[in-house]
């Protein structure tokens, strides 16, 4: 007989979606306290940071579904904010963060 593994976490789409509501909820809630541009850049940066910080906690100690819908939507929340740090940038021809 050959053998059989079970994982112990198996990724689940239930734990994906309640890993991206999760991280969608605290990157809102930091981007939040930014009161310009640079706040809401600086403030999400860090709020990302923490969210990895957590997935990857989350992939050597617990779900692992959990973690891919937490990288996935911190992943875009640091895009979006790029993103308006570029316009920013591109409109007033002066680097936003600094």
């Keep these: 007989m050959r053998p059989s593994y079970r994982e112990p ?3 689940t789409g239930a734990g994906v979606a309640v890993g991206a509501v999760t991280a969608f ?3 809102l809630l930091f981007g939040l306290l930014g009161r310009d541009v640079p706040g809401y850049a600086w403030w999400t940066l860090f709020a990302g940071g923490l969210a990895w910080l957590a997935a990857a906690a989350l992939v050597r100690h ?4 959990v973690a891919t819908g937490v990288a996935i ?3 875009g929340g640091w895009s ?5 740090v570029a316009v920013r940038w591109a ?8």
Excluded: E
């Design 9 to 11: 976490y198996p990724v």
């Design 25 to 27: 909820a605290w990157l």
């Design 62 to 65: 617990g779900d692992r579904g």
């Design 73 to 75: 939507v911190t992943a």
């Design 80 to 84: 979006i904010a790029a993103a308006i």
């Design 91 to 98: 409109q007033s021809g002066d680097w936003p963060l600094w």
